[in-house]
């Protein structure tokens, strides 16, 4: 089906998003619908999905993307993923020549091993062109919070990242905050559903003091009290750039095993106390 769709492709000009989600299209289609990505100056969005991916699709798709000058948005669903064999697709992440927006998402039981999120993080680090990073439901873990956060410090072109739903916990939420008191570009954080606690809160609350790029931070379903509260409204109070902060819990995803936030009505007055002593945020969700 792929080796048809790829010879179909290579006779049409104008295609510019192509969407090859829930096909099961086997290796061999893979690398043909690959191969014609590579010359392709039309398409700008590519969408799979990965299930028990073998090296070389994972080579393929990896070759594409640091010759390909064209496609700006790749997007990843996995699901069951065997993920050994992906270092090579992330190292083609590396030498993107246009990519803009690279989506990786989980499904149900996807979870990316430490080695592979350790080959990201250095090619983000290295990175050039890639200013959005949606990372949700990967479940990468502490561990993979803490090479991220690495990345983070050198990676200048970032501006957006979502890790929902990844298992951060309190240390790994920590190693990105540490990340972004070096980082100058990154305006939008999302850390939604990762079971932070005070400890992370503390640490994001450490890192709004210092960065001055930060926009948009969301904090939803994180099991922070009003200790962690507090720490935040005392930063609120010396930044001046964000200007959207998000409490609240989301109902984003199908699964519905939360760990809300619970700030008490102290929480809440600290907040508002914090509002009039002229921060610059013009939207808050608690």
Known sequence: EGIFLGSIFKRHSVLTSLNIFGNNIIENGVRAITVWLTGSKTVVAFKCDINFFEDEYAIAIGDM??????????????????????SALYRGVKNTLNLKTLNIS???????????????????SEN??????????????????????????FNKNIIYINLR???????GSTK?????????SVAVLDLSRNDIGD??????????????????????????????????????KLNSTLTSLNLNFSFAYYDFK?????????GHMILAEALT????LSLIHI
């Not at 990372?135 to 983070?152: H, M, N, P, Q, T």
């Open 176 to 184: 990105i905050a540490e990340g972004l008191e070096k980082n100058n």
């Open 277 to 280: 002593k002229g921060t610059n």
């Open 258 to 266: 939360q760990n809300y936030n619970n700030f008490t009505t102290i």
């Open 65 to 86: 993307l640091s010759k390909n000058s064209f496609l700006s948005i790749l997007t990843i669903y996995y699901d069951k993923m065997i993920d050994k064999n992906l």
């Open 106 to 124: 989980g499904q149900r039981e996807g979870k990316i091993s430490m080695d592979n999120i350790v080959s990201l993080s250095q090619s983000l």
């Open 199 to 236: 400890e992370g809160a503390k640490a994001i609350a450490k890192m709004l003091r210092i960065n001055t790029c930060l926009k948009e931070i969301i904090l939803g379903d994180n099991n922070i009290t009003d200790n962690g509260i507090i720490e935040i409204a005392k930063s609120l």
């Open 165 to 171: 739903l990844n298992k951060l916990n309190a240390y």
């Open 128 to 153: 050039k062109t890639i200013s959005s990073l949606n990372f949700s439901r990967a479940e990468i873990g502490k561990e993979g919070g803490e090479e991220l956060g690495k990345a983070l410090r």
